[in-house]
């Protein structure tokens, strides 16, 4: 009598908890950190809209979001840089690779008196790779007509840590300058010169804050922290020779200056070749299994990566992200699909 | 035998066997405390023997030369910590001078009868304070108040004495001095505090026999009080160095994560806690093994300051017996 009492109980409860797992499906994603406030607002508004569906997305920085994907420890994963060859091989289920949203390289500068300052190609490269170490170098003044330019060090802020943003930076740098390519590379850690100048913070409020602080000081930052701590940005010289401010309408531009047409699953756009284009922008892509085995999942994270490629990039834009052009957005449906 | 149950059964008396119940709670405390100590032991070593295995492959593949190279760069596949190994030895031994100073300095003041009892303790309670302070407030602070106020001195020893090599190059923001006086500053309480309990222990009639052969009251606290309390005071630097040789936060935020090995004091150095905190998210595997020998190294370091400590403690209380 007990017994069948107690077997009535886990029916009921067993019944229970499968029909509560058949409205709520929970999905989980880590990695990148630079696009996590959009990813946090996307996967929030996204959870409102759809009730039984949540989805988290972790800030844990894009190494190790590849490592949790491998390991299937997650549903997906967001990385500013690309996977090696060994590591998209050991992704059990195939991969899918769909770019998100893109961000900008900024070179924020702490000069109290100057409003404008124009670092041509040929420069600001240099910079980074200390071989010019003072504001009133004659290169940068002859770029800067008008403007006085103190007699003071400049200071490199770099970041301390491993990042997406230090391998966009070093990707983009090491494409227009030889020297740069050669002596520290690209990577989402490198070596840099080793000159008292070159300071390190970690993160991207870090490198804000030693900027701010520093007198003659010039960080790379994501365009997001520049903007929201009114930090004035260099204009930096494109490939066709213009000088260009910053803007999420010059990153849309770089970016539809991108080849999406061919196999490659990360595409770069190093040196932008429109007349309006700001030079250092890249994408940043979100990774998901061709199969992911559990197929309530699969299709919550196909709706949800179809509603962030439509009314998501509308809040991008808001964020001081770039929205994406047409042509990125068309390849992106026809990859959805393959998220099974 | 009859006698001794005679006395159990009668009330009242203070002598008993213990109970079935007690020599049961007995023996259940006394094996809670081996397994806790135990486990206390085991935790340590799996900590160890994780850390250490994670380690060897880049351990063999990079042998001792890690320990002499001071570069990073994952792309190409160069690691070394000389410069890390430098600046957390720099870094902790001058914040450790500075702490060790006025800490002792602050126990002496509090502890002999310098203040009245009551506004000891508020004195006390406001160092203590000191350590409860998260490590990113005392980045922030770093950041924006040490630095700049630093910065104008920095420049004018730089200007003046740039002959000297702790002088040697100029301070655009973030470096070794801030982070020294940083690290002082968190560490003190540290070393204020246990210095303070080991001159508060020294039982009362020493001092009184002190000023009974008529010493001064300098002379009482020179020569009498700071060697009876050298045992508890040098435990206190030990323990500050140890929190100075691990502190991550602070010091990553303020100390310019700079692969470089130099004398100045104004020149962006690095730790071996910071290397670990900032690389360690966006590693690589092979970077990842790296950082693991790294910390190894940091875990070594901490063990031969400690024990190193021990031995010194134990030699200076010897002296002081004699």
């Known amino acids: ?340 | 035998m009859r006698s001794s149950d005679k006395g159990a059964d009668k009330a009242g008396v203070i002598t008993r066997p213990p109970s079935a119940g007690e020599l049961l709670a007995n023996r259940v405390f006394r094996g809670a405390a081996y397994g806790v100590g135990a486990a206390t032991l085991l935790l340590l070593a799996f900590i160890i023997v994780v850390i250490g295995g994670e380690a060897l492959p880049a351990m063999v593949r990079e042998g001792f030369g890690f320990l002499g190279r001071a570069v990073w760069s994952p792309g190409r596949g160069e690691f070394g910590i000389a410069a890390e190994i430098w600046g957390t030895l720099y870094s902790s031994i001058l914040a450790l001078i500075i702490a060790g100073v006025f800490g002792v300095a602050i126990a002496i003041f509090l502890t002999q009868d310098f203040l009245p009892g009551k506004v000891a303790v508020v004195f006390r309670t406001i160092i203590e304070m000191l350590a409860a302070i998260p490590s990113v407030v005392y980045g922030l602070w770093g950041i924006f108040v040490v630095i700049p106020a630093i910065r104008p001195t920095a420049n004018w020893l730089h200007d003046s004495f740039g002959w000297f090599p702790p002088f040697s190059t100029s301070m655009g923001g973030p470096g070794l001095a801030p982070a020294v006086i940083v690290l002082a500053i968190m560490v003190l309480p540290t070393v204020a505090a246990i210095s303070q309990d080991a001159l508060r222990l020294i039982p009362y009639k020493v001092k009184e026999a002190a000023y009974g052969m008529g010493t001064t009251r300098w002379e009482a606290i020179v020569k009498v009080m700071l060697p009876t309390a050298s045992g508890g005071i040098f435990a206190s630097l030990v323990l500050g160095f140890g929190r100075a040789l691990g502190e991550t936060m602070a010091l990553a935020m303020i100390i310019g994560n700079a692969n470089q090995i130099s004398w100045s004091l104004f020149a962006p150095a690095n730790t071996l806690a910071a290397l670990l905190a900032s690389t360690f998210p966006e590693a690589g595997d092979i970077e990842r093994g790296a950082l693991m020998y790294a910390a190894v190294v940091l875990l070594a370091l901490t063990l031969v300051v400690n024990m190193l400590g021990v031995l010194v403690m134990q030699f200076t209380s010897r002296q002081t017996v004699n």
């Not at chain 1, 020297?179 to 989402?188: H, K, L, P, R, Y």
């Not at chain 1, 250092?280 to 699969?298: C, E, K």
């Open chain 1, 1 to 340: 009598m007990l017994f069948r009492f107690a077997a009535a109980a886990a029916l009921i409860f067993a019944g229970a908890a499968s029909s509560l797992s058949a409205q709520s499906v929970r999905v989980n994603g880590a990695g990148a950190s630079f696009p996590f406030p959009l990813y946090a607002t996307w996967t929030q508004a996204f959870s409102q809209q759809n009730s039984g569906v949540r989805i988290d997305y972790q800030s844990t920085g894009s190494g190790a979001g590849i490592r949790a994907f491998i390991d299937r420890t997650v549903d997906f994963a967001g990385s500013d840089a690309e996977m090696t060859q060994e590591q998209m091989d050991s992704v059990e289920g195939g991969l899918v690779v769909i770019p998100a949203t893109a961000g900008k390289v900024v070179l924020a500068y702490n000069l109290p008196d100057v409003g404008e300052l124009r670092l041509p190609r040929s420069v600001y490269p240099e910079i980074f790779r200390g071989a010019i170490t003072r504001w009133n170098d004659e290169r940068i003044v002859a770029a800067n007509p008008g403007v006085t330019l103190p007699d003071m060090q400049i200071t490199v802020v770099r970041r301390s840590d491993g990042a997406g943003t230090n391998f966009i930076f070093t990707n983009h740098l090491s494409a227009i300058d030889e020297a740069f390519a050669s002596e520290i590379g690209v990577g989402t850690t490198v070596q840099w010169p080793n000159l008292a100048n070159f300071v390190g913070a970690p993160r991207n409020d870090g490198v804000m804050a030693t900027t701010m602080q520093t007198p003659g000081a010039l960080g790379y930052v994501e365009y997001g922290f520049a903007r929201m701590s009114n930090t004035p940005m260099a204009m930096l010289e494109n490939a066709s020779g213009e000088f260009i401010l910053p803007s999420n309408d010059a990153g849309t531009l770089a970016l539809s200056s991108g080849d999406f047409s061919g196999d490659e699953l990360f595409v770069y756009v190093t040196d932008p070749s429109d007349p309006g284009a700001y030079p250092i922008t890249s994408m940043t892509w979100m990774l998901f299994y061709r199969n992911h085995g559990d197929p309530q999942v699969a299709e919550a994270l196909r709706n949800f990566v179809t509603w962030a490629m439509d009314d998501g990039q509308a809040m991008a834009a808001e964020l001081n992200y770039v929205p994406l052009p047409d042509a990125v957005k068309e390849s992106n449906r026809a990859k959805i699909a393959e998220i099974q």
